[in-house]
């Protein structure tokens, strides 16, 4: 596969409204594939570092990825660049090259391993996620009681239970609020700090329905702010404000030292 087709590939995922070019280094290295630049736009793989090209692909799928990500931020990426929204970008881009044909889903190519992911499904992730709800019944139960001897129900988790009640928290709202076990028990953390049962049960539907995490979490929070993604020029905006204001509390701050010295004098 050359870098031209390769880009052609690219470019059949996902338009992009800014170009980009893609390089092969002609090397082998042990310690990356690739990467992108954001500046020259430039996506740069390790071809020699790949047997076949379904390896290859994701790569310069990845990479991609975070061209999107940031032609979205308005060319730039953030401080930490496999956020849950590049993320999400990059689960789309693989889910429709797998729909395609482009790439192939090789999770699905091995029987030993197709039985060991049903079996962290069932025996620790749905296990897990059901002992969380009974543990939440149980601490209702246990409150009840605090209550009913004149106890602090948050004294008896510190001291007797030893348990934080953030926690403790967690699986009483994991049981009021009926999640699916079957999500496990950090996508029931996030499930549960979802306030509006409606968007809750959207965003649990969509775990269930094999939606990666980051995507649904996306999803959720542009849902909630109903507010779109800042541009480059509003960031720097809101920066220069920042700035501004900092300089006229120093200034402020150096005006009463020159005062303080001048009486001190």
Request: glycine content about 4%; some cysteine.
């Amino acid at each position: 596969m050359t870098s031209d087709q390769l880009k052609s590939t690219l470019l059949s995922l996902a338009n992009s409204p800014v170009d980009f070019s893609i390089a092969f280094s002609g090397k082998r290295i042990k310690r990356i594939n690739g990467f992108y630049t954001v500046e020259t736009r430039t996506i740069l793989i390790h071809d020699r570092n790949f047997t076949d090209d379904n390896l290859l692909l994701y790569t310069a799928i990845h990479e991609y990825a975070h061209h999107l990500h940031a032609v979205i931020l308005g060319g730039t990426l953030p401080a930490h660049p496999h956020s849950p929204e590049f993320m999400a970008i990059l689960h789309r881009l693989i889910t429709i090259a797998e729909d395609k044909g482009i790439y192939r889903n090789v999770f699905n190519d091995s029987p030993e391993l197709i039985r060991l992911s049903e079996k962290i499904r069932n025996d620790f992730l749905t296990r897990n996620g059901t002992l969380l709800k009974e543990l939440g019944a149980t601490l209702i139960r246990a409150s009840e009681i605090c209550v009913s001897i004149g106890g602090r129900f948050e004294d008896y988790l510190d001291r007797v239970l030893r348990i934080p009640r953030v926690a403790a928290n967690l699986a009483i709202n994991a049981y009021n609020m009926d999640l699916n076990p079957a999500v496990g028990p950090d996508n029931m953390r996030f499930l549960a700090g979802i306030k509006q049962r409606e968007k809750r049960e959207e965003a649990e539907a969509a775990l269930l329905e094999g939606e990666s995490p980051a995507t649904v979490r996306v999803h959720t929070k542009k849902s909630e702010s109903l507010k779109p993604e800042q541009t480059k020029q509003e960031r720097l905006i809101q920066e220069k404000a920042r700035i501004a204001l900092s300089i006229e509390k120093l200034q402020k701050r150096l005006d009463e030292i020159d005062q303080e010295l001048a009486f001190d004098a």
